[in-house]
């Protein structure tokens, strides 16, 4: 969420930050929002008896302030499919493996036992199946000889704080659109601009 605050201060870049969202009041984002003077809201999911009632709770929240578009990031929740197609091609969300491979959690484990050469991150449309939107941004990372979970995240981080500022320019630019079920390209973003390969 920092990297998308400090991306979206740029001053061509063409989203602005309007307001950012938490479902815990200590979410640490809230205070890096607050200092950043933008607007934050909270509601606990625990004051609402199913999934879809506080995911449309939210949505009221997004659309009293009119929002366009929604970034999750470290937001721990599966939302549920009423969200999802409430805002389909308008929602997306970062993950840390090279999708398709390695959904759901503990990534960068599951990918040394399954022994890897390559691992990243993926940006992508969210959905209402986990993890399976139409891909928009990757980034490739080396996995090193030693490397532990820990030290293949932050490998990983590093690049997450990369691609996700610019996927969001290009969706929000209207460079990149979920369409029919695929992400498609306005013809003038090059392969090259939706996959990072760094150094290692």
Known sequence: ???????AAAPHFPA???????????????DTARAAGIETATLSH??????EEFDRA??????ARDIEL?????????????FC?????????IHPALLPSFKGLDTHARAL?????????SVHFVVPELDAGPIIAQAAVPVLEGDTPDSLAARVLRQEHVIYPRALAMVAAGRV???AGRTVSDGRTAAAAALTVPDA
């Not at 969420?1 to 991306?7: D, E, K, Y």
């Not at 625990?46 to 999934?51: G, K, L, Q, T």
């Not at 939210?58 to 659309?63: A, I, K, Q, S, T």
Request: hydrophobic content about 55%; proline content about 1%.
């Open 1 to 7: 969420m920092a990297a998308l605050l400090s991306a």
């Open 16 to 30: 602005d930050v309007a307001l950012v969202f938490a479902n815990r009041a200590e979410a640490a984002g809230l």
């Open 46 to 51: 625990r004051d609402y008896s199913s999934r």
């Open 58 to 63: 939210v949505d009221g929240v997004l659309r």
């Open 70 to 82: 929604v970034c999750l990031a470290g937001f721990m929740r599966v939302v549920s499919p009423w």
């Open 85 to 93: 197609e409430r805002w389909l091609g308008r929602m997306i969300s």
């Open 113 to 121: 036992e399954a022994g890897v050469k390559i691992h990243g991150a």
């Open 177 to 179: 659109r979920l369409e």
